[in-house]
């Protein structure tokens, strides 16, 4: 069965840096787009950053050119590197397979000011 295991987040002052870590398993990662999403508290899950089969990157606005995707298909990876980060992105992360119903569990980032 598919399974998405976030890690890596955590207690971070503003402007420091954390990277996500998402590992798969249960469908070929490869063939798969990847994305990460994130939940604040009483707000809606946005989309963070998507990667396509062949690398291309999708980010949002809000993260563009502090947050990086990428991906390791040989680990059945993703990846969610954050730097500069600010007390907004604080929120509860998650690894999403494609654009169907799997989803990780989700990792709590706190950026503190």
């Known amino acids: 069965q598919v399974q998405l295991v976030e890690s890596g987040g955590g207690l971070v002052q503003a402007g420091g840096s954390l990277r996500l870590s998402c590992a798969a398993s249960?469908?070929?990662?490869?063939?798969?787009?990847m994305g990460w999403y994130r939940q604040a508290l009483g707000k809606e899950r946005e989309l963070v950053a998507r990667i396509g089969t062949r690398g291309s990157t999708t980010y949002a606005d809000s993260v563009k050119g502090r947050f990086t995707i990428s991906r390791d298909n040989a680990k059945n990876t993703v990846y969610l590197q954050m730097n500069s980060l600010k007390p907004e992105d604080t929120a509860v992360y998650y690894c999403?397979?494609?654009?169907?119903?799997?989803w990780g569990q989700g990792t709590q980032v706190t950026v503190s000011s």
């Open positions: 249960g469908f070929t990662f490869s063939t798969y787009t």
């Open positions: 999403r397979q494609g654009f169907g119903n799997y």
